[in-house]
């Protein structure tokens, strides 16, 4: 797809080259986006002591994210502006219907992420029916996935990162 991160990094060499975790945002402004920010800043540290690259993918210029990111001290983090969704398709990451986003599921998660947690819903920076996702992968092969089921979802980061 000759892809490049923010960091002047070919996705494609990336993907063939060494183990990626590549992390797939919702739109900045989303609560369940703004805790996996603070989930994957937590576990940085363990993933990267796995020997994986963290490879954040989103839909919004480089220079918005990067404001964003650093913000969740993750401004250090490869990332990749996909405005267009391309990967988003390439990963078979659909998209959530109106009537998911208003299930009860994702209303308790809002309550939780957004009040208790203070991560608090912001203005939809990207696309806020797109689903998110986790890949981990080496060498051009999925070695390990979180596909969610709802935009409320929160994948565990470090149990991704371990593979046996």
Known sequence: MDLITSKGENLDE????????????RHFGCTFCRETMTELSMKRAYIEATGTKIVLVHMVPAEVADEILDVYDLGGVSHISDIH????RK???GKTTILSLMGIPNWWRAF???ILKGHLIGK???DPF???GVFLIERNRILNKFTYKYVSDLP???KLAKVA
């Open 14 to 25: 990336l993907l063939g080259s060494q183990k990626l975790m590549m992390v797939f945002l």
């Open 124 to 126: 939809p920076a990207g």
């Open 130 to 132: 797109q689903m998110p």
């Open 91 to 93: 990963f078979d990451l």
């Open 112 to 114: 939780v992420a957004g």
């Open 156 to 158: 565990d980061f470090a």
């Open 85 to 88: 969704q391309r990967l988003y």
